[in-house]
């Protein structure tokens, strides 16, 4: 029940229409949904709320529900194994069928000797997903700036950015490989226009744990756009 302590329940009683909802969409009768949950009779019924043991017990029972649609409304509302988002331009063209090669970033020794020389690099394997905008590869999501959109271990496909900054597209989510001060790292942010001058961009993380950063155009060593993302919530 982790994933459910750790959501603040701040409006309750459209939990209960979210769970009205779903005994509604499984064809499940009240009197079948309390005796199965162990819930009190009449409970959703009542004007009041919801109590978490009322929750937990629902979310026992039901393990198919996903917990972040039960309780923020977001999300789909049963679990999926393998959940994909698309990020797509107004302008993208989506393709009906494409291999795309998943690397593995460490073994192509970082996101700049991959776009160099991407024909020398062997994918670790392809991901077909139909259609989705042109990608030119996949990487695995390291870190936690963008969750949770985004968490470790998803997996993104993007499209190489060739002319930094002119093919910036503002306000959009980039795979972002950066040199500070010796140290380079690949992270997956928003990039948009700074304050500071028309030579920095500004790093914005989904997560709001993590501040914007200004950082100047010649710190950029690569950069691509992320056009879709793949999680895989369970691997049993």
Same mark, same amino acid.
């Given at each position: ?20 909802? *779903? ?9 079948? *949904? ?16 919801? =109590? %978490? ?23 789909? %509302? ?8 698309? *990020? ?18 460490e073994? =192509? ?5 991959? *776009?160099?020389?991407?024909? /020398?690099? /062997?994918?670790i394997?392809t ?12 990487? @695995? ?5 963008? @969750? ?5 271990g ?17 306000g959009? %989510? @980039?795979?972002?490989?950066?040199? %500070? ?7 997956v ?16 993380? @989904? ?10 155009? =010649? ?9 879709? /993302? ?7």
């Amino acid at each position: 029940m982790s994933q459910l302590n750790k959501i603040v329940l701040k409006n309750i009683s459209t939990q209960k229409e979210r769970i009205l909802k *779903f005994i509604d969409y499984k064809g499940i009768s009240k009197n079948r *949904f309390y005796k199965e949950t162990g819930i009190s009779n009449g409970v959703l019924d009542k004007s009041s709320g919801l =109590s %978490m043991d009322t929750v937990e017990k629902f979310y026992s029972t039901y393990s198919e529900i996903n917990p972040e649609w039960l309780l923020t409304g977001e999300g789909s %509302m049963l679990k999926e194994e393998n959940r994909s988002k698309v *990020f797509k331009l107004r302008n993208d063209h989506l393709i009906k069928h494409q291999e795309i090669p998943l690397y593995d970033l460490e073994a =192509s020794a970082g996101l700049v000797q991959l *776009f160099k020389d991407s024909n /020398s690099v /062997s994918p670790i394997d392809t991901i077909s997903i139909p259609n989705l905008p042109k990608c030119d590869g996949a990487l @695995y999501v390291v870190g936690d700036s963008m @969750y949770p959109l985004l968490k470790s271990g998803d997996i993104v496909m993007y499209k190489q950015v060739h002319d930094l900054p002119n093919d910036f597209f503002w306000g959009e %989510m @980039y795979l972002i490989h950066i040199d %500070m001060d010796g140290d380079t790292y690949t992270t997956v942010k928003y990039i948009q226009k700074s304050e500071v001058s028309l030579e920095h961009i500004k790093l914005v993380s @989904y997560n709001q744990h993590h501040s914007p950063k200004d950082i100047h155009l =010649s710190r950029v060593r690569a950069a691509a756009l992320v056009k879709a /993302s793949v999680r895989i919530n369970s691997m049993t």
